[in-house]
């Protein structure tokens, strides 16, 4: 059973553009929402977390949206930039259950100079 | 402060072999979990161990095992290895006992069965 769904798949923009990754859960019980940016070879490097008690989480380029009553949060990288050129996964957990992660399938990002 | 770090980088083995990774946590962090990034399946959770103890196990056969020693560095077991272990195998610590629920990965260890 797929819990955590991600979309899209791939995604490619122009430098200075706005990337934006979705993801929508099932269990109504996660309240851990991290996402991870992997580079080839490399393990995932969390980027931003965000809990169910706010909508949204602002860290420098990068923004978490929550929407709690959608079972929906996204990501948003703003002014994207060929170093940002990367896979962006989403992950979902318990925190009470020791929060091991759920993750989306992954979005292939390409920025473009 | 040093990150995760996992032995060996590689690892190639013969179906059938047994097979042994290792993971140094963050120091101070108590909890170490270990996921599967196999190509087509994406990141699965494998374990989670936490003061010493086995916590969680996720849908894994029971020849995926593993422990976490006093220093709460942990290893990872695979006994009996078919083709289809073939993966990046990635080890996270947190503090989750502290209430801080990031989780840390290292930078994996790739094993191959031939």
């Known amino acids: 059973q797929q819990q955590v769904k991600q979309s899209p798949q791939s995604l490619i923009v122009q430098k200075g553009g706005i990337s934006i990754i979705n993801c929508a859960y099932e269990n109504t019980a996660f309240d851990y929402f991290p996402w991870y940016q992997q580079f080839p070879g490399k393990g995932p490097a969390l980027l931003i977390a965000?809990?169910?008690?706010?909508s949204e989480k602002k860290e420098g380029r990068f923004t978490i949206s929550f929407n709690k009553s959608a079972k929906q949060f996204s990501l948003h990288i703003m002014d994207s930039q060929p170093g940002d050129s990367a896979t962006y996964f989403c992950a979902a957990s318990k925190v009470y259950d020791g929060s091991r992660l759920t993750f989306g399938e992954g979005t292939q990002l390409t920025v473009n100079p | 402060e040093a990150g995760v770090t996992q032995s060996p980088t590689h690892l190639i083995k013969t179906r059938g072999q047994q097979a042994t990774l290792r993971c140094s946590p963050i120091?101070?962090?108590?909890?170490v979990y270990w996921y599967q990034q196999a190509l087509g399946l994406g990141l699965q959770f494998l374990l989670w161990?936490?003061?010493?103890?086995?916590?969680n196990r996720g849908n894994f056969p029971p020849r995926f095992s593993g422990r976490q020693f006093p220093n709460y560095s942990s290893e990872l077991n695979v006994n009996a290895l078919e083709l289809e272990d073939s993966a990046l195998y990635l080890c996270?610590?947190?503090?989750?006992?502290?209430?801080?629920?990031?989780?840390?990965f290292g930078p994996g260890t790739r094993l191959t069965v031939t």
């Open positions: 120091s101070g962090h108590t909890s």
């Open positions: 965000i809990r169910p008690d706010v």
């Open positions: 996270a610590s947190s503090s989750w006992r502290r209430s801080s629920y990031e989780q840390y």
């Open positions: 161990y936490d003061e010493g103890e086995e916590r």
